[in-house]
């Protein structure tokens, strides 16, 4: 039976993130809520504890004279004290929300001004520089908190805050209202300057209550279950996925504030759910090929348990375990007990539940590779303005489809093929910006995507591209540089892509070699190459990567495959000329930036 708007609006009805917070501390006080790293073990905050540390910020920030509607910028990497830090905000009504760690001062500048931040909270000294520099452009900041360090004038330490005598829980927590911002959720800025996406407190609860509901599991099912989070807290999956549904489920969060090692974090917790961006997944996944690459036989074989694998698990996840044969179901537990229970333990995926890709496209053989192996993959689609979710599908998985909408969303495609949603996760619009919130909603209320998506006879969604990133070549053809681009990172050593062609006469590629495959691929096949740039010029690594894309272009047609393409000396990195904070292309920044590599490639 489908699930509808109104029975979510009824179940979540006058639900706030903070009333949320004290049904799940009066239910779990004495279960883990947060977890980190310290010396050789975890600490650790139960509910209780977490609750009693976010009344006290809380009170301590009332000092500093935050108050109902004010806004409390938080600039922290995944830590316990970024929790408390915002929940201790919604304790007395304001909105917290998150500046990017990577953000310079002028980002800092841009985003604390635009935000009107009253309060800062800051985790070192090195973030608390930042904002120092463009305080005086700051007149409506009155103070900044710092967790770690020694404050320096005119800097209040976070022990001050803790030092307060706490507000009552039950009353701070029915001070917000289910129409007040809960967040700001900053756009990356792919097309311009960040856009602040509200999202208020209705919109989180009632996106919770669709994504829990999108499980198949009763909430007692969930106990007990864990997540890690590494990613950005400005980043709406992160704070959706680790935040917000940990608070109204009552996960054990344990905070990871360097991505890079999350593969620690991930063997040490065994989690029951695991979000990524694409990315993400294709570097967990390289670094079991370059591990199996140190034996070819063993690589071989695996690479044919893969193989082997992909059709049985496709047929069960469509047809259900009954469709098997007794010789596939063998097949398979043979496979697993040979090949792929020891990878997923290797990487800390025994325990999961649900791992979870979005913010990016992603190669479907990636996809397949993971569900092969035995991890229950998926694929989610959304946007900040949605507070995340549209389409999911966690169970019955197809490939290169994002799911149908989730349980009381609708979606539907618009004349010219744009995805458009109506929901109770969609935003009422941009901070201060009607021009740019009436072209994101129309006046019936549906949101508008920028994507280009098809429909399955099922209702499942392929998004085909970006409206506003079609390629359109100097032929008239219309062609999506996001399938291409996909395609190429499907291969181990490719680790970034941008396709050229836009009003050209042939697709070009721009490639970066992915930093983490390339050397030890380049020391198996007998490479000395003694630094990245000398590894991307060398002709054996040139020659595997024009086998790579020759391979690619096989899943196209001819006006569609690369002719020609440049391998770059340098790493792309997040928050870039190249890329935003969460990974994305900037196209127009790639363009700019590499002008005369792509005017090569053309030059007859």
Request: glycine share 8%.
């Amino acid at each position: 039976m489908d699930v509808t708007k109104e029975q979510i609006d009824e179940a979540v009805a006058g639900m706030t993130v903070p009333k949320a917070f004290a049904e799940t501390v009066k239910n779990k006080g004495s279960k883990i809520a947060l977890r980190w790293k310290e010396g050789d073990g975890y600490g650790q905050l139960t509910w209780a504890e977490y609750a009693e540390r976010a009344c006290r910020v809380a009170a301590g920030l009332r000092d500093l004279g935050v108050g109902k509607g004010d806004r409390v910028a938080l600039m922290l990497r995944n830590v316990p004290e970024f929790h408390v830090a915002d929940m201790a905000a919604l304790l007395l009504g304001a909105t917290p929300f998150s500046i990017y760690n990577s953000s310079a001062p002028e980002q800092v500048e841009y985003l604390a001004s635009h935000g009107e931040a009253k309060v800062a909270v800051v985790e070192d000294e090195g973030f608390l520089e930042r904002f120092l520099k463009v305080r005086s452009e700051l007149p409506k900041l009155e103070h900044v908190v710092v967790v770690r360090g020694e404050p320096e004038a005119d800097v209040v330490a976070w022990s001050q805050l803790l030092d307060s005598k706490g507000v009552d829980l039950d009353e701070a927590s029915a001070i917000a209202q289910p129409d007040d911002l809960a967040t700001l959720i900053y756009t990356s800025g792919t097309t311009g300057p960040p856009k602040g996406v509200m999202i208020t407190h209705y919109n989180v609860a009632w996106t919770t209550e669709s994504l829990l509901r999108s499980f198949g599991r009763e909430r007692s099912e969930l106990e007990g279950w864990k997540v890690v989070s590494y990613l950005p807290m400005a980043h709406i999956a992160e704070r959706q996925t680790s935040h917000y549904s940990g608070i109204f489920a009552g996960y054990e969060v344990t905070t990871c504030p360097d991505p890079g090692q999350i593969a620690v974090y991930l063997r040490e917790t065994q989690p029951q759910l695991a979000f990524g961006v694409p990315r993400v997944w294709e570097k967990i996944q390289a670094g079991v090929e370059a591990a199996l690459g140190a034996d070819p036989d063993k690589k071989q074989k695996f690479d044919e348990a893969i193989a082997a694998a992909k059709p049985i698990v496709a047929k069960r996840t469509l047809e259900g375990d009954a469709s098997l044969t007794d010789e596939e179901r063998q097949t398979y537990e043979f496979l697993d007990a040979v090949a792929f229970a020891q990878v997923r333990q290797m990487l800390g995926m025994d325990a999961l539940e649900f791992a979870i890709t979005g913010a990016a496209p992603i190669p479907v053989e990636l996809v397949e590779w993971y569900r092969a192996i035995g991890v229950p993959f998926s694929e989610i689609y959304g946007m900040s303005e949605n507070t995340g979710p549209l389409t999911w599908a966690p169970i019955k998985v197809k490939p290169g489809y994002v799911g149908p909408a989730i349980p009381g969303v609708t979606v539907k495609l618009a004349d010219d093929g744009e995805v458009i949603a109506k929901g109770g996760n969609i935003f009422p619009g941009y901070l201060n910006d009607p021009e740019k919130t009436a072209e994101a909603l129309d006046d019936d209320g549906w949101l508008h995507t920028g994507d280009i998506g098809e429909f399955d006879d099922e209702g499942y969604l392929r998004i085909v591209d970006r409206k506003k990133e079609l390629i359109i070549t100097a032929g008239g053809k219309n062609i999506s540089p996001a399938n291409l681009e996909a395609a190429l990172k499907s291969f181990p050593l490719i680790g970034q892509v941008a396709v050229i062609g836009d009003r050209r006469p042939f697709m070009s590629a721009l490639l970066v070699l992915d930093p983490d495959v390339a050397p030890s691929w380049a020391k198996q096949n007998g490479i000395d190459a003694d630094s990245f740039a000398a590894l991307s010029e060398h002709p054996e690594v040139v020659a595997e990567v024009e086998r790579n894309v020759a391979e690619a272009n096989k899943r196209f047609s001819q006006v569609e495959q690369i002719k020609k393409f440049k391998i770059l000396s340098a790493e792309w990195l997040p928050d870039s000329e190249e890329l935003t904070p969460t990974m994305k292309l900037k196209r127009r920044g790639v363009n700019e930036k590499y002008a005369a590599e792509i005017e090569a490639l053309y030059a007859r």
